[in-house]
């Protein structure tokens, strides 16, 4: 069985627990409670090693989430030397927010990136089908790096 690691990143509330529990059907969606996530930066190698991709996720209604993002791509996404292709960036909306979906200014390298945005109030599906396309595009690299790896053993 081919086995992908993807990381979920991002700012404080920004809704990466709700996401994953939402994407893997963990649990049905409820009140926030915040997830006690790994806030020591020098724990974050161990997190990052081996891992196929990086789905960063921040709140599109907090301003500064906008800035700390840089710093999350910068961290998760260059510094392991993935792909952009590799990494998916999620605005997510919360319940009640009107879910704007207007035009979100991304410096340079971000807005190169996949941006999806994300209600799961309003269009729960739409979400799912993206993270499936993504997921999918992660395992068919995975498999070809295997492949490739196991050729380079064969010859």
């Known amino acids: 069985m081919l086995k992908a690691k993807i990381l979920f990143v991002g700012p404080c509330e920004s809704g990466k627990t709700v996401l994953a529990n939402f994407l893997t059907e963990s649990s049905d969606i409820t009140e926030y409670n915040p997830t006690q996530g790994v806030r020591f930066e020098s724990c ?3 997190l990052m090693k081996d891992s ?3 789905v960063i996720i921040f709140n599109a209604d907090i301003p500064s989430h906008l800035k700390e993002i840089e710093m999350w791509y910068s961290c998760f996404v260059q510094q392991q030397f993935l792909q952009d292709t590799q990494c998916l960036l999620i605005a ?4 009640g927010s009107g879910s704007d979906k207007g035009n979100l200014s991304l410096s340079p390298p ?4 996949k941006l999806v945005h994300s209600n799961l109030e309003d269009d729960p599906e739409e979400i799912r089908m993206e993270f499936i396309k993504y997921l999918k595009n992660i395992i068919n690299s995975v498999s070809e790096s295997r492949d490739r790896e196991e050729m380079s053993i064969i010859t």
């Open 44 to 46: 974050w190698p161990a």
């Open 52 to 54: 196929h991709g990086v």
């Open 92 to 95: 997510h909306h919360k319940p």
């Open 110 to 113: 971000l807005n190169k990136l």
